[in-house]
Each structure stands twice: as C-alpha cells, then as structure tokens.
C-alpha cells in the first residue's frame, strides 16, 4: 500500500508540473499529455491499483449504453449512508480510482463505461453487477456495434458476483444465457418508441415479438419463457410497481423523484438492486423519491433570467425516452453541440420528431442546421437563435424544456447564473 500511496503522489506532481510548464508556454508531447491526462501514471504503473483502492469495500458496479448516470445515483441513494461513488460520464479507469481514493466508506457504487468494464473486472470483485442493456445505442459509440458484444464475451465475473440485467435485451440475454442472472422485464412492454434489436444476436435471423415476449427459431428466447414469470423481477407495464421473484417480497411501488417512464425503469434497478443488497424496500423507496434532479440530465438551470429544464438526449434512445417527458402544448429547447459520440447526426432521423408539430420549437447550437433540416423534413416550425441565452428570451411563457446533447448540457451548465 505504501508504494500505491508512493506511485499516486507521483502522478499528482507529474501532473502539477505539466500544467504548470504549460502555463508558461512549455508544451509536452501530445501523446504524453493524453497518457497522463486520461490514465495517469497509477493506472499506467499499476494496474492493480483499483484493487489495492477496494480492499475491504463492498463493490457495486453498474454499466450497460444507456442510463448508467441515472442509475448510479439512483442506487447511491437508494442504499443510504455514506456511499463512494463517481460523478458522472467520469466512468473510465481513473475516475473508477478517484472516487475510491476520494471516500472511505464501506460501500463503493461505481459507474463503468461499457467498453471499460472487461478490464475492470479484471481487477474488482463485485458484489453485485447491473447491466442495463447492450444494444441501444452502441452503433454510436463503435464502428460495428458487434464489438462491444466481442468485448463483453470476456467478462470475468467472480463466483460471489450477483447479476441483475435487463431481460428486454436480446443481445445481454444471448451473452449471458450460460450465467446465473437475476433478470428484470416489463410486463407486456410492446417497446414502442424504443430503438430494440429486431435480428437474434446468435443467428441472425429476425426475431418474432408479441408484446413483451421475443423469441428466435435458434434456441435464443426471453428469459421469461425459459425461468417462468415467477423467477424473474418484473416491473409493470406502466413502471409503477415491480413483482420481485416468488419468495422474495411482495410487490413494491416504484416511484422516483425523477419523472419519466425511463426514470422509473432506471429506479426499479435501483430498487432491485438494493434489495439484492438486502435492503428492506420501504426505506429504499423513500430515498428514491428524494433525488428529483440529476446535474447535466434532468435539472432546472436558472438561464436568462429564466427557468430551463434540462433533459440529455445524446443519442436515439435517450432522445426517444425523453418523448414522453415532453408532453404537449408547451416550447421546447432544442440544444445540438458537436461532440465525439455524435459526429454522425443521420440518427437523429430515426426520432418520431413530427411528434414536436403545433408546438413552438427553438433550435441553437454548433448543429443548429443539421436540426433545421430534421425539423423541416418532419413539417415542424421553429426559431433559431446563435446563443441559448438569445433563445429563451424569444420562448413563449411557461415550463421551457431544453433537450441538449451533453456537450450542449456543459454550455447550459456554464451559462445558467
């Protein structure tokens, strides 16, 4: 532990000094700065390090391509006390170490980036993994969304890992089909609205759907056929309420201070995850209910002299999932910055925006166009403005939503007073 502290502290002053040197206009190799920056000289010499760091802790580690900030925070709360836990999207390898390094509690909840998470299993041994999904957005992250599948057939997970992970997902339940898994569902969720794989993961062949159940002429199915209704945590229809396995619990509400119908999927992980913990639910409930904002993806910022509520759309399922939370009648934000996750903006054809029609829209950002052009294909009307502050000055009265890229989220962030 003493050279870990040793290799730390040199990390710290090689750091130090590179900015500083670069405060006097002394610049290092780019290579090096990214090295340092990004991984830093404790992952880069020790890798055990994140383990030497969990010694002794009670680890939980959620991943999966959509909603593992929400999620994150969601189980921090609902478990209570004092809990070590990461900010968000700081989900790699050394905000993983930094988070650790930062609290001592007894009880680590740790968000991972989904093409991070082999590697960090190797090296944490977690008490319990919740995977969200596999698919929903990972055409934008990789070339070939193939590749975080290939990368997830190496995880190593440890006997003592409970896994809890979505059922609605074919390529997770195709993954993990060989594992023990604590699977959740959503009764008769027909996925509407939702970007779902439609080809089986293990032959290729399209799937065959009737509500919430899918299956596969191969010998892929949702897990319900196979475990029964009885053995898998189900949450219903409209995401109120969750049916833990028979023997567990009796029914439970589910209802987040963060409203949504992804917010309260999100929460019954939460839940079910807490109480795999072996947390008593009513506690838990409670807790959930009192986390109401999520700094940079669902919060109200004070912009202009105005109130703006800011919701993260950064890809098609997060875009599609705020649908829901932006009702009807009143304006509506739409914040586009050009960020590395979304470089290609054809995505944004797939979102049913004719939905937005007969409403005041406003568009800004650095892809203010490439909105404009989606707008207009869909029949939608709406103003431009440069800046967000010039905007919302030219918004109708009432509840201004604002749905922003997560760059774009930073700017909201920056400008609000």
């Not at 707008?375 to 009432?398: E, H, K, N, S, W």
Request: aromatic share 6%; with cysteine.
């Amino acid at each position: 532990m003493c050279r870990f502290q040793a290799v730390l502290a040199l990390d710290r002053g090689v750091k130090t000094l590179a900015f500083a040197l670069g405060g006097v206009g002394i610049r290092l190799p780019r290579r090096l700065l990214v090295r340092l920056a990004c991984h830093g000289l404790a992952a880069w010499l020790m890798p055990a390090s994140l383990a030497l760091a969990a010694r002794g802790r009670t680890v939980v580690l959620v991943s999966g391509t959509n909603g593992k900030t929400t999620t994150t925070a969601l189980l921090t709360r609902a478990l209570g006390g004092t809990v070590a836990t990461n900010a968000g999207n700081h989900n790699f390898y050394c905000g993983l170490l930094d988070a650790l390094l930062r609290s001592n509690a007894p009880m680590a909840v740790l968000e991972v980036d989904e093409l991070w998470l082999p590697e960090v299993l190797r090296w944490l041994v977690p008490e319990l993994l919740v995977i969200l999904n596999l698919h929903e957005d990972a055409w934008l992250r990789t070339p070939d969304p193939q590749y975080v599948l290939d990368r997830w057939k190496t995880l190593n997970l440890g006997a003592g890992t409970a896994l809890l992970a979505w059922a609605d997902d074919p390529a997770l339940v195709s993954l993990l089909s060989n594992r023990p898994v604590q699977w959740l569902t959503q009764q008769e969720n027909d996925a509407k609205g939702q970007t779902t794989l439609q080809a089986c993961p293990a032959c290729g062949e399209i799937l065959r759907r009737s509500g919430w159940h899918w299956s596969c002429r191969c010998d892929l199915r949702h897990p319900v056929h196979r475990l029964g209704p009885q053995a898998t945590w189900q949450l219903s229809p409209c995401g109120t309420t969750l049916h833990p396995p028979t023997g567990r619990r009796p029914e439970v509400a589910v209802n987040p201070g963060l409203s949504g119908r992804i917010n309260r999927r999100n929460a019954a992980f939460a839940l079910a995850g807490a109480m795999l913990l072996g947390r008593d639910p009513e506690p838990v409930q409670h807790q959930l209910q009192t986390l109401a904002q999520l700094p940079l993806r669902d919060q109200v910022y004070r912009l202009a002299g105005r109130d703006v509520r800011l919701l993260l759309g950064k890809n098609p399922s997060a875009w599609i999932a705020n649908l829901d939370r932006l009702g009807t009648g009143g304006p509506v934000m739409l914040l586009q910055q050009q960020s590395t996750a979304t470089l290609d903006l054809s995505w944004l054809y797939d979102i049913p925006v004719e939905t937005l029609a007969g409403r005041q829209v406003g568009i800004c950002g650095a892809h203010a166009l490439d909105l404009a052009v989606w707008l207009t294909y869909a029949g939608v009307d709406f103003i431009a403005a440069a800046d967000p502050r010039a905007l919302v000055g030219q918004m109708a009265p009432g509840e201004l939503l604002c749905v922003s890229d997560l760059l774009g989220a930073y700017l909201i962030e920056a400008l609000a007073n």
